[in-house]
């Protein structure tokens, strides 16, 4: 099983990035991105569950980031729009079967991504 993430990169404030997770070896019931800045616990972002209609955002990007699923190809991607810099972070994917409750936490997660930089300057 692995979950591959791509797509960082260093933009300006209020630019626009999309971050894609491809995974390959099984299916999750969850996916989700979490990202951790240096010396901060790993945060939650954004997740969907399976049938992809059904959506979870952190306060702090709402409005802000999409969280999309595509099934078929068995990958989740972050559209993230007007960046700030308190963005700025390692994001990660993960996978998972946990039971609702726990979407947003990431101890739910067994499986993960080796993470992207994103970087955004003011």
């Known amino acids: 099983v692995q979950l591959q993430a791509s797509g960082g990169g260093l933009v300006q404030a209020g630019e626009s990035l999309k971050l894609a997770c491809a995974a390959s070896?099984?299916?999750?019931?969850?996916m989700a991105w979490f990202r951790q800045a240096p010396g901060k616990d790993r945060e939650f972002v954004a997740a969907?569950?399976?049938?992809?209609?059904?959506?979870y955002y952190a306060e702090s990007v709402k409005g802000r980031f999409t969280i999309s699923r595509d099934n078929s190809k068995n990958m989740v991607h972050l559209q993230m729009n007007n960046l700030k810099p308190e963005d700025t972070s390692v994001y990660y994917c993960?996978?998972?079967?946990?039971?609702?409750?726990?979407?947003?936490?990431?101890?739910?997660?067994?499986?993960w991504g080796q993470g992207t930089q994103v970087t955004v300057s003011s």
């Open positions: 993960a996978g998972g079967d946990g039971i609702l409750s726990t979407i947003q936490t990431p101890s739910a997660y067994p499986y």
């Open positions: 070896g099984r299916t999750f019931r969850h």
């Open positions: 969907v569950r399976r049938t992809g209609s059904t959506l």
